[in-house]
């Protein structure tokens, strides 16, 4: 720590800080445009020069470092004169047409050519245009407005880890354009559009939609992923019109993924539940809430026996409510007196699941220097937590996988093992042989038949080499045969191996169901157990059918069939909800009510509403809150979210422990993991229609290789349950990877 | 004349290892393989010497070489900078077909003194026959012996590679040129950290010109007074000149420093017949340009071309005579950097091309009034801002002909037209 003189006045400044670094800090203004301080220094727009003594020519902020004794002088003729002829530079080929162009009013460019422009040009010859491309449905393209700041190359160099945009030519035909004529693909590409200084990358569902001024901005949080990335969403009108990146460094930096950026289109789909209806005699009919309510009260008294002792009562939900949500619509099922209550809609077996904890901060995982990766392909499907992995690896840390598929990874794998699903739990058990065996401990009797292999050797060897490694256990194992086994050996390795653990299996919200007790009580029934009785009445929240269940065909069949009394809750509107509800109920879907989201560091992030919930819908809490009203509960007299939120906190509930027991099962058919793609994990995502004409939107496909194709008599023409067929090598030997964004399986699973 | 670079070039097959070692050539890196000389003598002898960096820029050699990390066990780079390109010069060219094993052997010592194990020499483009004669004359080395790992059991190690650049002016910028042999687009980084820190691939490099490569054997095969004494003050020994334009035998001339430059004109046969010298441009396309009496009165070292006004630079010296049309001249250098620009940072990128156009508008007929200043001040603004030095070499041309032409400037603009009127 040494002062330097910044403007006649004295500061403090770190060895290694970069000039401007110093000049943010303390709040003096040096105008930029190629710098940003995520992405790495480029000094190439020239427009942070400023005068250091001593120094012939002006130096540029953002690259020059300071030094002890240091003096500087931002403002003075020679840092002025220097801005104004950059700024003046950076005008001449760029349109002045503000009025017509998109960025108007958020523009960098805009605001520093208001202190540093001249106001009438002095070029009088002909500007540069460029012509645009088709880069995709989320980032619209002006590269004639592009003043070549290479942010946007940098943020797909360093940060999304795959470089699609590039410069080419050189001089004034130097173009910034993607090299490939395939778009822009990343999973993080509208950063981009936050990035970029000027209307050059702008977003293509926003176009020409409103001036950033005549929006309101809500702080909230997105809730597609675990790790709750904190977003800005600007309304006009009661409608949500953009979503952009708010800085968080423990939580999401100054990225968002594209899933959280874009998934709001959703929320003015025509498919919008809107109005509350009831089936008379077999037809819908719309009714006002109050009538509404009054046959859910009326109904699940017939149907589901006295209000203190609802046995055939069932209570489901969807993974993506909020903690509120699931604690107070809990609150009411147990003074109902039932327990019967799951959101585990898209397990094989809740007794026979992950149940791990996740125990690392997320600002963490980037320092790790290790990271052993089960059943799961991050990048796409926690973005922003392989974004940190990604930061690690580039930090010299190492990554091993443990995958039925070879994905496409942004990260450099160290090892990468491409086996069948039934061979994890046999892997992770070979591996703990060996740590507990190079620990000198005793071997469980269980793992002493097992064989050593060297794949084993190798994981363990990493593991217990590492001062700070981690075992990421993803979605592609819930319903693994062996995944209790497959999460207890997790739990014993990291134990054994002084690894934290990260367990991706808990998607949406579910963290916070459970911690709101969301889960069957001891006597009661977890979802399969419901839909293969009679219960004469269900609640459902926000579940959709074809998508949410494991077995899609066997639950829709269930809940039809059976004649029960079935009252729904949905933010869109669904066929087959229609097909089997009683009533159903319009409820807001996300930034249109108050809540809670827990994400993987068990952090309660509460955001209020954005906008009201549209038309006659309403925030879930309150239709929950009322209905306990109505079904004459006491204790539901609360005013806000905020007070179901204390008193969640107050009643946190420990999900179950798992005891420490391996038992493999062998399997020897065709194995399928059925992963939804990652646009279509959420009816909001479902809808949005940008998001699903991205690349990673298309994905749909039963990917297996070609013997696995042969014994299933399948060709690339064909479907398999109802997903069409890749044929590739870089599935495992018998087994089928199936990404999918259409329902999941009608027919029962091999 | 030609005592060092060009010693041997009236003998037959000047570029073979046989004509290189019969005058002494390699004797100080076969001193060396011996252990007879170290490091810092080498460099004591170079400083001595007044060997100043050839490629423009005049950065005294002995002192560059003495920057590099000598104590440190990691990978070092020492690369040649054959990426001449510079409007006016072509002596580094006659360098690497006449005189190859000069710049090997130079490049080893250096080598040897910054304990860098492997060299690059990254030649131009478009130099195919100096490419191949380099290519050559590197194949010869390696089978004497006089390179590769632990040479002839001296412990000392020396590699040389070969790149051939794909035609880009920006990589002789020795950044851009860093960049380029790494693989990527040739565009120069910031400074600093400097190659001496951080270079090729990251580690500690050093980049020296065609010309002071191939000096430094000479130099201490005879002893850095020697070759100072060549010369004359600041400006030590002798240098290449390439002498173009419109004199009647344009060539390369090694002459002691501090000539006049009347003798060097002289040596080139003088003017064309029937004209009278109008200007010189004394160090490449780049350096400012002087009137007929401003450069028939100074002297070829550095400081008397820094009094004349201008810069030795390469030693690209290009005469013309009174057929020349300064408009064209400087509109045609112009548009040599804005082609060339690499469009990395702002004040080039954009400031090339407006230079460009206003002059392309005046030699079109359509010059304004204001045009003049406007091209200074635009010039102006360039210059110092950038991140290399392509926007300092393209503004600084156009101060020095409005400055010393400006008449001739007025009268485009006014008369849509040439003053000079036969030009060619």
Redesign the interface.
């Known amino acids: 720590m040494f002062e330097i003189e910044i403007d006649g006045k004295l500061v403090n400044a770190e060895a290694g800080e970069k000039l401007i670094e110093v000049t943010d800090r303390v709040g003096i203004s040096v105008p930029r445009f190629c710098y940003h301080e995520k992405l790495s220094?480029?000094?190439?727009?020239?427009?942070c020069?400023v005068d250091v003594e001593g120094a012939?020519?002006?130096q540029?902020a953002c690259?020059t470092?300071v030094s002890e004794g240091m003096k500087v002088s931002t403002q003075n003729e020679k840092a002025k004169s220097?801005q104004k002829?950059?700024m003046?530079?950076?005008l001449?080929?760029h349109p002045l047409d503000c009025p017509i162009c998109d960025q108007g009013g958020e523009c960098e460019l805009q605001d520093v050519a208001m202190s540093y422009g001249s106001n009438v040009s002095?070029?009088n010859?002909?500007k540069?245009v460029i012509a645009d491309s088709n880069i995709g449905a989320l980032i619209h393209t002006d590269m004639t407005r592009c003043?070549?700041c290479t942010r946007c190359v940098r943020f797909g160099t360093e940060i999304a880890g795959i470089m699609e945009m590039g410069?080419t030519?050189?001089?004034?035909?130097?173009k910034i354009e993607p090299f490939l004529n395939e778009g822009i693909q990343s999973e993080l590409s509208g950063n981009m559009i936050d990035v970029c200084p000027v209307g050059a990358l702008t977003s293509k569902p926003f176009r020409y939609e409103l001036r950033s001024w005549q929006m309101n901005s809500t702080e909230s949080i997105a809730r597609h992923d675990l790790v709750g990335s904190n977003i800005n969403v600007q309304t006009y009108k009661g409608k949500v019109k953009r979503i952009v990146a708010r800085s968080n460094d423990s939580v999401n930096e100054t990225w968002i993924s594209d899933r959280d950026r874009f998934s709001y289109e959703g929320l003015s789909h025509s498919n919008r539940l809107l109005k509350p209806q009831v089936k008379f005699d077999g037809t819908w009919k719309e009714v006002s809430w109050e009538v509404a309510l009054d046959f859910c009260v009326k109904g699940l008294l017939r149907s589901a026996g006295e209000s203190n002792s609802m046995n055939s009562l069932g209570v489901l939900a969807s993974k993506t409510a909020t903690l509120e949500e699931y604690y107070l619509l809990q609150k009411l099922v147990s003074e109902l007196g039932c327990e019967n209550i799951d959101y585990r809609l898209g397990v094989k077996d809740t007794k026979n699941t992950i149940n791990l904890e996740s125990n690392v901060k997320l600002s963490d995982l980037e320092k790790i220097d290790h990271a052993l990766i089960v059943g799961s392909y991050t990048r796409l499907e926690q973005p922003m937590i392989n974004h940190r992995l990604r930061k690690a690896a580039l930090r010299g840390g190492t990554v091993d996988v443990i995958n039925s598929m070879q994905f496409d990874f942004n990260l450099a794998l160290n090892n990468e093992n491409i086996i069948i699903p039934c061979e994890i739990a046999n892997l992770l058990a070979s591996t703990l042989k060996v740590v507990l065996e190079s620990t000198n401990q005793d071997v469980p009797e269980e793992l002493n038949k097992l064989t050593i292999t060297k794949s084993a050797t190798k994981i363990a060897k990493k593991l217990l080499s590492s001062d700070a490694s981690v075992i990421v256990l993803g979605e592609h194992v819930i319903n693994n045969d062996n995944a209790k086994n497959i999460s207890n050996l997790v739990a014993m390795l990291a134990k054994n191996t002084n690894s934290s653990t990260l367990n991706l299996s808990k998607t949406g919200n579910s963290i916070a169901a459970d911690i709101a007790g969301f889960f069957p009580g001891k006597d009661g029934l977890d979802v399969n157990s419901m839909l293969g009785k009679d219960m004469n009445a269900y609640i459902m929240f926000d579940v959709y059918p074809e998508y949410d269940f494991h077995n899609s065909s066997t639950a829709i069949k269930a809940l039809s069939d059976k004649n029960s009394f079935i009252v729904s809750m949905n933010s869109f509107y669904n066929n087959n909800v229609a097909d089997y509800s009683d009533v159903m109920l319009p409820i807001s879907s996300y930034y249109e009510t108050s809540g809670t989201h827990v994400n993987i560091e068990g952090e309660f992030q509460t955001f209020a509403a954005s906008v009201k919930a549209p038309q006659e819908s309403k925030p879930a809490w309150k239709v929950i809150k009322v209905l306990a009203d109505l079904l004459d509960i006491s204790g539901f007299n609360y005013s806000d979210s905020s007070n179901v939120l204390e008193e969640a906190k107050h009643n946190i509930k420990q999900g179950h422990r798992a005891e420490e027991s391996i038992n493999i099962t062998d399997t020897n058919s065709v194995e399928v993991i059925w992963q939804p793609s990652p646009y279509s994990i959420d009816a909001l995502l479902r809808h949005s229609d940008s998001l699903q004409e991205t690349k990673i939107g298309q994905i749909n496909k039963a990917t297996m290789n070609s013997s696995t194709a042969k014994h299933l008599n399948l060709g690339d023409k064909d479907d398999y349950l109802g997903v069409p067929v890749v044929i590739s090598s870089l599935v495992a030997n018998n087994c089928v990877f199936i990404n999918a964004n259409k329902s999941t399986p009608s027919e029962e699973q091999a | 004349m030609n005592e060092v670079c060009f010693k041997n070039i009236d003998k037959k097959e000047p570029w073979s290892l046989s004509t290189y070692e019969a005058s002494g050539g390699y004797s100080v890196w076969r001193k060396i393989l011996k252990g007879e000389l170290s490091p810092e003598n080498i460099i004591d002898e170079l400083k001595a010497s007044g060997l100043r960096g050839r490629g423009g820029a005049g950065f005294p050699t002995g002192l560059k070489w003495s920057f590099m990390p000598r104590n440190s066990d990691i990978q070092k780079y020492v690369v040649c900078n054959s990426d001449e390109g510079e409007p006016g010069t072509c002596k580094d060219r006659d360098i690497l077909r006449f005189n190859p094993h000069s710049v090997i052997e130079g490049m080893a010592i250096g080598g040897y003194v910054m304990k860098a194990s492997v060299g690059y020499n990254y030649i131009r483009g478009e130099f195919m026959e100096p490419f191949y004669r380099f290519e050559a004359a590197l194949k010869e080395a390696y089978k004497t012996g006089l390179l590769g790992k632990n040479i002839s059991g001296s412990s000392v190690s020396f590699d040389l590679y070969t790149h051939l650049g794909a035609g880009?002016y920006?990589c002789g910028e020795e950044t851009a040129l860093i960049e380029s042999l790494e693989g990527k687009?040739g565009q120069p980084r910031?400074k600093?950290p400097f190659p001496a820190n951080v270079g090729l691939y990251g580690k500690p490099t050093t980049v020296n010109n065609t010309e002071s490569f191939a000096s430094v054997p000479e130099i201490l095969a005879k002893g850095g007074k020697w070759f100072h004494d060549l010369g004359v003050k600041n400006s030590g020994g002798c240098k290449l000149f390439s002498v173009t334009g419109h004199v009647k035998r344009p060539a390369n001339f090694e002459v002691p420093m501090g000539i006049p430059f009347k003798d060097l004109l002289d040596m080139a046969g003088g003017i064309r017949d029937g004209r009278k010298l109008k200007a010189v441009i004394p160090g490449g396309s780049s350096t400012p340009v002087l009137t007929a009496d401003e450069a028939l009165a100074m002297n070829m070292d550095y400081d008397s071309i820094e009094n004349a006004g201008s810069m030795l630079g390469a030693g690209s010296v290009i005469v013309m005579d009174d057929s020349t049309c300064m408009v064209k001249t400087l509109t045609r250098l112009a548009h040599f950097y804005?082609?060339?620009?690499?469009?990395?940072?702002?004040?080039c990128?954009?400031?090339?091309?407006?230079l460009y156009?206003?002059l392309k508008?005046i030699m079109d007929g359509d010059g304004k009034s204001g045009d003049l200043d406007?091209l200074n001040n635009v010039g102006s603004?360039?210059l110092?801002?950038?991140?290399c030095a392509l926007g300092d070499a393209a503004a600084m041309p156009v101060e020095s002909f409005l400055r010393n032409f400006s008449e001739e400037f007025e009268y485009y603009i006014e008369n849509g037209k040439s003053m000079v009127k036969d030009n060619v």
């Open positions: 220094v480029a000094a190439n727009c020239r427009m020069l012939p020519k002006p540029p690259s470092p220097a002829s950059v003046e530079f950076l001449i080929n002095r070029f010859e002909g540069r003043i070549h410069g030519g050189r001089g004034e035909s130097l | 880009a920006i687009k910031f600093p804005y082609d060339e620009s690499c469009g990395q940072c702002t004040p990128r954009e400031g090339t091309g407006w156009r206003i508008r406007l603004n360039i110092g801002n950038t991140i």
